[in-house]
């Protein structure tokens, strides 16, 4: 005769925010998790695996050389904004200049 296992999962009791819970009770209807259990573990998971590492910890799927080349471009976009801006204060200054001169003749 062979013998039933069955897992018996530690229960933990608490409370949470109201629209937190028909959230979660949304997700369960649709189909996105199959009970509230199987969504805490998951997200008791995901949290647990990013505990420890820096905030703003985002990667958005993208490993380390996506993340720099992205950087990277944000950089380069800055600065050419910056150029631009540069120029054309340079630009207006000129004008600002050619109107005094016009102005006085």
Known sequence: MTKEYT????????????TNKKRIDELVK????ASVSDFLNQA?????KN???PPGNLSF?????????????????YYAEMKDKE???????????KMKSMRFK
């Open 7 to 18: 897992r018996r999962k530690p229960v933990i009791s608490g409370t949470i925010n109201p």
């Open 30 to 33: 649709d189909g996105e998790f």
């Open 44 to 48: 008791v998971s995901d949290y647990l």
């Open 51 to 53: 505990l420890g590492k």
């Open 61 to 77: 799927g993208m490993d380390r050389e996506m993340i720099e080349e992205v950087v990277r471009e944000q950089i380069t976009l």
């Open 87 to 97: 120029l054309k204060e340079n630009e207006m200054k000129e004008r600002q200049n």
